[in-house]
């Protein structure tokens, strides 16, 4: 089993800017991709941000420019950095990782989600 731990989720001021991370334990041999989700209030879950192994970055148009993914292969943990938040990105966010266990079995694992509330 994998679990994801994620933290950093608040309120804040609209303009303002929340750090998140999702700490990664458990079977793990390795971890590929990593990513961010979010759910905001009535709509469905949609992707926000991915990054690989080696540290390439893709963002959804929606928070490009204004958010940055990272991780920390050592940790087996993943960042969201996110600036100049404002009210659409209220939602519950979402941490993934697609790992291999010691027995080489492929793991598609799932944070139990963090609220972001951008206050105006």
């Known amino acids: 089993q994998v679990q994801l731990v994620e933290s950093g989720g608040g309120v804040v001021q609209a303009g303002g800017s929340l750090r998140l991370s999702c700490a990664a334990s458990?079977?793990?041999?390795?971890?590929?991709?990593m990513g961010w989700y979010r759910q905001a209030p009535g709509k469905q879950r949609e992707w926000v941000a991915t990054?690989?192994?080696?540290?390439?970055?893709n963002y959804a148009d929606s928070v490009k420019g204004r958010f940055t993914i990272s991780r920390d292969n050592a940790k087996n943990t993943v960042y969201l950095q996110m600036n100049s938040l404002n009210s659409e990105d209220t939602a519950v966010y979402y941490c993934?990782?697609?790992?291999?266990?010691?027995?080489?079995?492929?793991?598609?694992?799932w944070g139990q989600g963090t609220q972001v509330t951008v206050s105006s």
């Open positions: 458990g079977r793990i041999a390795s971890i590929a991709n």
């Open positions: 990054i690989t192994r080696g540290g390439s970055t």
């Open positions: 993934n990782a697609d790992s291999m266990t010691p027995q080489l079995q492929f793991v598609r694992s």
